[in-house]
Structure formats: C-alpha cells, structure tokens
C-alpha cells in the first residue's frame, strides 16, 4: 500500500512545479483516449518513461503497472468475446451463450484489445507519475491557484492531514479490542465483518469528538469571519514555469487537433491491414514524442522550484 | 483586562447551569492558574472569553463579559480572535494544515492580511516559540510538544493581548509539558500577555504563577494570591479536592508542628532554604530505614532474553530480562520512545517477540492467542474513550465476555458483580461516552477486568487525570494487588509512581537500565526522581535519608 | 449568475451537442463522440460544480471540520477491512452521513473520501468515477430519507448502490476500452466486475442491515449538538428572562 503515494525524492521531476504536471497528464489523457492507432499508443506509452525513469520511482511504477496489466488481460478478453466484427477467426467456440450468442475470437478483436491495453498503459503510467511524485499538499496549492473553491479545497486538505492521525486510532482502538478478547480473523465473513464493526464504532464517534475540537480551534482563528481571505502561500509562476506548463499543454492540444481531423485512427474492423502512415503522418506522430518528453529537459533546465 | 459580571451558562438542553453567577476581574498583565475537578466549568469559563461560548455552543447565557474592551456576547469570534488566543487541550484536533508554516498563517490568512504582513508575524511566531526549524515539516512528524507549540504560535501570530490555554499539557510527555508551560511563563514575563492557564500539575506552574483561581460546579469557590492561598487557605483548598504538589503538602505538615516555619516555599530551592534552617537548629533526626517489602509471590510474567524489532527495522527492545511476581505492583518508566510500551504489549502479545520468549503464568505466549490471554491478562489504555463504542454500559461490559465465549450464566453473574463493585449498577443502562471522565475510567477498567484476568497492565492511566481520580485509581489498584494480583503501571507521572508502586523498571533505548525496589531506584535519579527526594538531597549530611520519595516518609524522619 | 446554473447549462449544452455531432458528422466536432473523453469531461464538470455550490451553502467550520472529518474516516476504514477482499465500509458510511446531514455533505464526504483515500491508495482516472458514484449516494441517500425507508430499505438501497457504483466505474472502462459501444457490450463489460460489484452490494446489505440504524443515531446525536446554533446573532443565544 506503501508504495501507492507520494514518494518523496530529490528530482527534477519531484521539483516541477505541480502545473505542468498536472497539464502534462490532461495531455496524455486527451491523446490516449483520441488516438486510435497501435502505432501511436505504443509511442505514446513510451513516452512516459523518460520522466518515469528521471524521478527514481520505477519500482513504485511497476506496482502500478502490474495493476494496470491485469485490467488489461480483462480488455483484451472482453474485446475478444462481444466483437464479432473481424474476418480473421481464430477460435470459434462451440454453443450459445446469453448476451455473447456465438462467440467468435477474431485476430481484429484480439488486436484491438491489445491496442486498448496500450491505451490503459500510457494513461496509468502518467498517473503513476502524478501520484508519486506530486505531493498532496501541492496538489490543495494547486487546487487553490486554480480557483477552485477555497471550501472544498480546505475539506479536502484537512482530511488528508487527519489521515495519519485516524490511522493511529485505528491501530489503538484495534489493540484495545484485541486486548479485549475479539478475534478479528476468526468464523464465517459474517462474523469477521461483525468483530471489526465495534472498531467502526469507536472510531467514528472519537472523530466525532474530533470534528468539533477541529471546529472550535477553527472558530478560535477567525475562520469564516467574511472578511476576504488571503493566501500566504502560493505556487509561484517563474517564466520557466509558464514555459514548462505551455509545452505541458501543447501535446493535448494536438491530441484535439489530430481527433477531430481524424489521423492517428486506424481501421481494425472488418480486417486489418498494415500501418501506413501518410508524411503528415509521421511529423504528428514525431511532435507528439517530442513534446511529450520535451518537459524533461525543461525540468533539469529549471533550478529548483520553489514553491513559496 | 477581562471583566465578568454576573455570567450564568446554561448549554443547550440543560437544566444545570455551567456556570452560575461569576464574576471576575483579571489586570493585564496578569498570570491566572485556573483549575478544578473536571466539569466544574473552567473550560466554560474559558470558552466565554473568546466568544465560542454563545457564538459556537448556543445555550442560554446572561450577565456580561468584556475583554479588552469587547462584549464577547456581541462581538464575534472573528473579531475576538485578535485579542484572546485560545490553545486547546488535544494538539491533534487543533491543528488543521499540513505544515508548520501554513498552520501559522491560517488565522492570519483568514483575516485577510497581506502576504507581506503574514510573512513578517510568521517569522516573529516562529521565533519567539523557537521553532522556527521546523516551519517546513509536516504536522504529522512533530511530536506532540512541538505540535503544541505550533498551536501557541499560530494563536500568538494574531498578536491577543490574552492568551487562553485549556489543559495544553495533558496530552503530553513530562518533557513536552515542561516546555510549553515555560514558553507561556516566558510570553506573560517578557510580552506582558495577560495568561489564564487552566492545569491539572499545579507543582510546575505555581511558582509563576500570581494568581489561582478554584472552579467548582460552575461558581468561583477560591480565588486570590498563589502565595497567599497556598499558606493561609491550605484548608479550603484540599477540601475542594484540588492536588497540591507534595512540597506544598510536606510544609503545610511542618507548618503544624514547627512554629519557625511560617510560610509554604514554592520551589524546591526555596524548600530547602527553609529546611536548612530549622534543621540547623535541631539535632539531626534518626535515620529510620524505609520499609522496604518484598514479596515472594509466584511469578507470573517471564521475559527471558527478549528483543523487538518493529517492521521498520527500528529495534524497540533489547535483551529484556524480567520476573514479575503475585502480588507485585510494578512501575515502568523512562523517557519517550525507550520501549515501555513495546515491553507491556508483549505481555498480553499485542506484540510477539521477535527473540527470546515470554511465559504469562506458564503459558508461552507464542503458543497462545491474545483471546485466550485476555483471560489472564487485562490491558487499559491511556484514553478510556478508545474503549468505549457500545450503547450502554452494560453492553460495553459484557461485550469482553461475549468475545472470550463465557456462558450466558457466567455472564450475567460476572457482569453483575463487576458493576456492583465500580460503583456502575446505576449506571448501567447509561451511553458510556456521555459520562463523565472517572466513570469512564472506571468503565473502561471494569470492561477489562470483568475476565477476571490476574495481571492489569495500564498504559499512562494518570495522564492528564485530575488529583482525586488518580487517588481513587491508585486505591483501586492497590487493593487489586493485595488479593495477589499483579499491576504493571506504565507511567511518566514520578509522584504517583513514588507514592504508589512498589518496584520500578527504568527503560533506556530498549534495554532494562535499573530495576529495584522504588526507593532504589527513584532516589538521586534526577528526571525520575520525586519533588520530595529532589528536596531531601542535599540534607543526607545532616542524617537524612537520600531515599525518601513521599510525603509520610519525610514527615516520619523529619518529626 | 449562479454557478450552479453555469454548470448546469454548460453540462446540458456538451451532453447535447455530443448527441448532436453525428448528425453534422464528419467534421472536427466528431470529437464529442468520443465517449471515452466525453464522459470525463462531463463527470470532472459535475464535481466541480458540487464544488461550487458547496462553496456557497456550507456556512462554516463546523460544516467543513464534520464534513472533512467524515471523510477521512470513511477512507480509513478501508484499512481494517483489507484482509476481507471487496468489503468496504466505505459506501455505509457515506450512505449514513448523506442521510443524516442532507445531499451536499452526503456529496463532499463520498467525493473526500475517494480523493483522500487515493492519495495513498493510488490516483488514476478512475479517482474522478468514484468520487462521482459515492458523493452520488450520499446525496441520494439524503433523498432516501424523505421516504422513511426502515431497515429494510436501507438494506435494498445498499444493494442497488452496490450494483450502481459498479456501473459507474465500469462507464469509463466500457466507453474506453471496448467496441463496439452497444448496450450488449456494456453489459458484458459489466459481468466482468460482477463478483467484485456483488461482493460490495452484500456487504453494503451487511453493514447497513446490523449497523446503519446505529450509524444513524450516532450521527443524529452529533448533528443535534452540532446545530446548536443555525440561525443568526440574535437568535443564537436566548438571554435569561
């Protein structure tokens, strides 16, 4: 569970200011879901690792990926059994199923499938990144310098800050009823979900008790007052920055110009055929590598970001 | 300056007021120790000053309060926050950022303030609490003294002329609390901030403080000089049931019996001034030698070469040699993080050993689970509230026996006999979280001890516990032990320890430092030692015994 | 104007023109037809705009300490129960809060609750779908009250969300991952996580059906102390006669 949060590492990457980041994933999220073509979802992949490798996080990384490979053995199978749409068929299974009727495995369905996985490859690898290597409490900055409203914003920190400590109360609480005599881990799921429900209890009415202390020394410091709020801190926006989170963006929006005039596609059903690229082709598919691994460099060519 | 006139409380849906007819009158400037048994209204009190009370709480309120020049009924508590700083007991749940720095800012971010400005009195917190290291680390990796001082920082960045704290330091270790009470004699003394200090260890603040003031059933029943309560209002004090440092106790003794002394000392300096001089004058008193017991109970708990080392690799115990015996009550003691309750977790294996083993009357606890253990070994933890979850308090009870499988018989017997002996038969239909602090200790303890289990551990039961409750837990325990029970009493408060148990283990880095007889143990051991012994010290040239810990000891070789 | 019907116009206006932009196909607005893009757009809008109007309904600190707190705990009850695969607590919870304290704090927790919890469970397109299927029943199940629903009720209305979340989830996963995007293939999109959506609609009965009356009270007891005051200066505390 460790190693699905924020590692805190010394990088270029872990100094990039959140903005970029977070411009980069909407990029790759928009060009994932636009493109069609095997071709452009395998580079589009790849393009993730530079960044991935450059923030020392492989290890983490690949607990993701391994997640991610076993919703992608689920795409595969199920584009494999509702298509039925190719003309190359390599299995035809005997019977009639409800809701499949005949199925029919096609090399289109399986291909598309496998194309798909590319798809859910690059988009968890680049929110592999952001987990890892944005911290929480950057991401409330950001949420604040985005405008997003300041109350949700605050409900949210406040609840990652209380994490730590519930999860401390959890522990004890477990302990005084182990202590108790409760066997959490013995008898049917009835009675295992049954033993750990006192825990549930406790907890929730000490947090309880919590919430209206947290209310009170809220109260105590003029919070909700009217008075116009202010912010000490804030993500400061250094020229390089705005360089950084334009070049972010970029890649997304030529996702959006290559979706909606059609390239990147490419034609599974009813038969494949090769790939062949138009020239223009190709210079898309080159500029969108490029700009996707050119934040790497603007995040070495960045000193250290500072996010006061 | 505050100004209380005629202040009457009622919370909502009460028919009891909180605070009835209370008027006070603190000067700027002023040092106010405020305490009380619990539910008296101190922390009532305290929440009129900011305003929380009526703006926060509802209720019914009349009379009229005033600080520093504002109706607190009128004003609200935004406006209020820039003239009384409030610091709450728990510093978990005061705290609502991520880091240090932001946490400062809140309130002044909340007033709207320029960054500019907000720079310039973070900077001025920081420093003045001396923490200004730790403005970029997370909340969650300070310990709870630090956490406690960023709070103080975060109410003080507001500049209040008033600074308010209810019980900051009972959630802390004696180091943490030693720490933020003298930050706040420092903010009185040299920022001239008016203080009111509600607190449960009078022996630490006494001496800075100018003023004690005694809520009770939520009307003002003392209120004067320190000094001059102390040595002519000794009376109306303890009758109130408030606990007075063993140094106060001791001299207010001498005081009967000795004519020459005529004033009470509030520090041990000042003690022993006033000691050399009347010893002086007499002849140096027998040296009678401290009783010592030792029993020769069975032993009931084992540990033969013991190591623990957590998950993380931090190694919490090592090579733990111990025998406890029946009848023994025995205190574990050390500082922060040196492995005491790592040790007592073993006991009952909450923890397993990761070397060496662990026999809990006979029984190995690798081969036993924690259940079946439950029976032999009863384990309350410092917050009674972590105990209690069920709808009443016959269903918290019976709860422990219902998970360890008794008879529906056994259970209504043993359950019965539990509520009557803690006093609960009346309670017993009653939500166990509603009532009050003693009856949830005495809840939580029967809960455990209705197993019938022949060893109680207790992790810090004192901490942040009023005098006469602690007094009724140590009588509790005491009659536990007599009938060849074991204690195991993991605790940071010396005077309980000096005056209560029987043998102290003393813990360092995980490994056992000294283990004896409470006089050996705890004399000349400076941290561990008792305000008693400290006192005593220096006077081992006129005869006096270097191992004297309590109050009765030192009258019986003083008289 | 009021964001909330900014939002609203904004959401009816893309959901619309995607239905429409077969009609003028082929052209640049075919791009809408992209449900797998379509759908996180208009679910990222939804959220937002629950944002928004918390922003201005919630009155105050107690609102935002409760509500915060609610969800951090309906996030780390996760915790104990990782040793039983696909129970959580979670949805209970926010079931039994958004009943209690009314659709927008029954919103925020469930969307808390996902953000939070993912922060150290792992962040992905996915956090946007639950958020949305748990503030959804929290708000539904504010509504829910109305109809006083009984155990039973409860019980049934954990089982169709248990269900519901599910086809939430699988939304995004169907309108991405799979082709054809016909209701037969969504259907089979959602077998595929039939055990796991199974597993949490009985465990959703579970825990409402031993636990949520209790739940509930234990809330009612808060929310009771916690409103002491609702209305303005004057009212809040009445001055002895």
Same mark, same amino acid.
């Given at each position: ?308 | ?559 | ?87 959580? /607590?979670?949805?209970?919870?926010? @079931?039994?809060? $958004?009943? &209690?304290? %009314?659709? *927008?704090? =029954? ?41 006083? /629903?009984?155990?039973?009720?409860? @019980?049934?209305? $954990?089982? &169709?969300? %248990?269900? *519901?979340? =599910? ?75």
């Amino acid at each position: 569970m460790r190693s699905f949060r924020y590692q805190d590492r010394n990088t270029p990457v872990h100094r990039l200011n959140p903005f970029p980041k977070l411009g980069w994933i909407i990029s790759i999220l928009i060009l994932a879901l636009v493109l069609d073509s095997p071709l452009f979802l395998l580079l589009l992949f790849l393009a993730t690792l530079p960044l991935v490798r450059a923030s020392r996080v492989g290890a983490e990384w690949r607990a993701f990926m391994k997640l991610a490979l076993y919703l992608s053995g689920a795409i595969i199978l199920i584009n494999a059994l509702v298509s039925s749409h190719g003309t190359h068929v390599l299995v035809e299974l005997p019977g009639h199923l409800p809701l499949l009727g005949a199925p029919v495995i096609t090399l289109e369905a399986i291909l598309y499938g496998v194309a798909m996985s590319l798809r859910l490859l690059a988009i968890i690898s680049a929110f592999a990144l952001l987990t890892l290597t944005v911290n929480p409490d950057d991401m409330m900055l950001a949420m604040i310098k985005m405008k997003l409203p300041y109350k949700s914003v605050l409900v949210t920190s406040l609840s990652t800050r209380f994490m730590p400590t519930l999860l401390d109360d959890v522990d004890r609480i477990t302990d005084v009823q182990r202590a108790r005599g409760l066997e959490m881990d013995k008898g049917k799921l009835r009675q295992r979900i049954k033993s750990r429900a006192s825990i549930v209890t406790a907890l929730l009415t000490n947090s309880l008790d919590r919430a209206v202390q947290v209310a009170e020394a809220m109260e105590s410091r003029a919070f909700g007052t009217g008075r116009k709020r202010t912010f000490y801190r804030d993500i400061s926006f250094s020229p390089s920055d705005t360089a950084a989170l334009a070049v972010s963006l970029l890649p997304g929006a030529l996702g959006i110009f290559m979706g909606t005039h059609g390239y990147g596609q490419y034609q599974y059903y009813p038969s494949l055929s090769w790939i062949n690229l138009t020239p223009g082709e190709w210079w898309l598919l080159g500029l969108m590598v490029l700009l996707l691994v050119a934040l790497l460099p603007l995040a070495h060519l960045k000193q250290r970001v500072d996010l006061d | 300056m505050i100004k209380i006139a005629d202040l009457t409380f009622y919370y909502s849906d009460t028919t009891q007021p909180a605070l009835k007819d209370v008027n006070l009158r603190v000067r700027d400037g002023e040092f106010v120790l405020l305490t009380g048994p619990s539910g008296g209204g101190k922390s009532s009190l305290c929440r009129c000053l900011n305003g929380l009370i009526p703006h926060f709480y509802g209720g019914k309120i009349s009379g009229r309060v005033s600080v520093a020049g504002l109706d607190t009924l009128k004003s609200s508590t935004g406006e209020l926050a820039e003239k009384v700083g409030f610091v709450f007991q728990d510093p978990e749940n005061q705290l609502v950022s991520m880091d240090v720095e932001r946490e400062v800012a809140f309130g002044l971010e909340n007033l709207g303030f320029t960054r500019h400005l907000i720079a310039k009195r973070l900077e001025e917190s920081l420093d003045t609490l001396g923490i200004a290291g730790l403005r970029h680390r997370p909340l969650s990796e300070l310990s709870g003294g630090e956490k406690q001082k960023v709070a103080i920082a975060s109410v003080l960045a507001l500049h209040p002329s008033v600074l308010i704290l209810d019980e900051p330091t009972s959630e802390l270790d004696p180091k943490g609390a030693e720490e933020v009470l003298s930050i706040v004699t420092q903010l009185n003394h040299e920022l001239g901030l008016t203080v009111l200090l509600v607190e449960h260890r009078l022996d630490r603040v006494l001496q800075y403080a100018d003023r004690l003031i005694v809520i009770d059933k939520g009307a003002i029943s003392l209120d004067g000089g320190v000094n001059d309560i102390l040595t002519n209002r000794y009376r109306e004090l303890s009758d109130l049931g408030i606990g007075v440092p063993p140094l106060i106790r001791l001299f207010q003794e001498l005081k009967k019996r000795d004519a020459t002394i005529d004033r009470v000392p509030l520090t041990v300096k000042d003690g022993r001034a006033l000691l050399k001089k009347t010893l002086k004058d007499r002849s140096p008193p027998a040296d009678s030698a401290v009783a010592q017991q030792k029993t020769d109970g069975k032993a009931l708990i084992e540990v033969k070469n013991l190591w623990y080392a957590y998950p993380n690799g931090l190694t919490a115990l090592k090579n733990v040699n111990l025998e406890l015996r029946a009848g023994e009550f025995v205190a574990v003691m050390g500082r922060n993080a040196s492995g005491k309750t790592t040790l007592v977790k073993h006991f009952n294996r909450l923890l397993v050993p990761t070397k060496g083993r662990i026999m809990v009357d006979g029984t190995d606890t690798r081969e036993a689970t924690i259940a079946q253990l439950a029976r032999k070994v009863g384990f309350v933890f410092q917050n009674p509230n972590d105990h209690l979850f069920a709808d009443t308090v016959y269903d918290e009870i019976t709860f422990t026996l219902k998970a360890l499988g008794f008879s529906n018989d056994e259970i209504e017997r043993r359950t019965g006999q539990v509520l009557e002996e803690f006093h609960l038969t009346g309670l017993k239909e009653h939500y166990p979280r509603s009532l009050s602090g003693g009856e949830k200790q005495r809840v939580a303890l029967a809960s455990v001890l209705v197993a019938g289990p022949r060893i109680l551990i207790l992790d810090e039961p004192t901490r942040g516990m009023e005098y006469h409750l602690k007094s009724e837990l140590m009588r509790f325990l005491k009659d536990y032990c007599a009938q060849g029970n074991t204690v195991v009493l993991v605790s940071h408060d010396v005077e309980i320890v000096a005056e209560h148990a029987e043998r102290v283990i003393l813990l360092s880095e995980g490994r056992v430092v000294v283990d004896g007889e409470k006089h050996d143990v705890l004399s000349q051991a400076l941290l561990f030692s008792p305000q008693i012994n400290r006192l005593l010290q220096p006077f081992a040239r006129y005869g006096v015994s270097s191992k004297i810990l309590t109050v009765s000891e030192a009258l019986d070789v003083l008289s | 104007m009021k964001p909330r019907y900014v939002f609203l116009a904004v959401i009816s206006g893309l959901a619309v023109a995607s239905f429409l932009a077969p009609v003028v196909s082929p052209s640049p607005l075919g791009i809408l037809q992209n449900w797998g893009l379509m759908s996180i757009v208009l679910v990222a809008l939804t959220i937002v705009a629950f944002f928004f109007e918390f922003e201005t309904k919630a009155t105050g600190s107690k609102e935002i300490a409760l509500i915060g707190i609610l969800g951090t705990v309906s996030a780390v009850v996760r915790i104990p129960f990782a040793a039983i695969p696909s129970v959580q /607590p979670c949805t209970y919870l926010i @079931i039994c809060s $958004g009943y &209690v304290f %009314g659709p *927008l704090a =029954g919103f925020m927790v469930g969307a808390i609750t996902a953000l939070v919890s993912n922060f150290f469970l792992g962040q992905g397109p996915w956090t946007i779908y639950q958020m949305f299927a748990w503030g959804l029943s929290g708000v539904s199940a504010s509504y829910l009250r109305r109809l006083n /629903p009984g155990r039973r009720g409860l @019980i049934f209305f $954990g089982v &169709v969300w %248990g269900y *519901l979340f =599910g086809i939430v989830m699988n939304l995004w996963f169907w309108a991405a991952f799979v082709y054809p995007l016909t209701p037969r293939t969504f259907l089979v999109s959602l077998l595929n996580s039939l055990w796991f959506d199974t597993a949490h609609a009985v465990a959703n009965a579970i825990f409402l059906g031993l636990w949520g009356n209790k739940t509930i009270s234990i809330l009612e007891r808060f929310r009771k102390r916690f409103q002491w005051q609702t209305s303005g200066p004057e009212k809040r505390a009445a001055a002895l006669p």
